[in-house]
């Protein structure tokens, strides 16, 4: 979340996450989608809905806070 905090309103890739969070070389994509999804449980009024965390679909993540 940390991360996504310090980025917010900016996209931020798969590859950007995976190193700010775990690491250089740490490359386990369904360890960060199974991260988001629980930040997305804590966060979101509407799980089905991201209001919070959005998806760039084939790119990574983006904190929207407006």
Known sequence: MRVLVLN??????H??????IWG???????TLRV???NLRQKLEPDSDKSTYIHT????????CVR
Do not use: C, F, K
């Not at 917010?8 to 890739?13: D, N």
């Not at 590859?15 to 700010?20: E, G, I, P, V």
């Not at 250089?24 to 369904?30: A, K, P, S």
């Not at 760039?56 to 904190?63: H, K, T």
């Open 8 to 13: 917010a309103e900016r996209v931020l890739t």
């Open 15 to 20: 590859r950007q996450l995976l190193n700010q």
């Open 24 to 30: 250089e070389g740490y490359d386990e994509l369904h």
């Open 35 to 37: 991260n988001i999804s």
């Open 56 to 63: 760039e679909p084939g790119v990574g993540y983006r904190l």
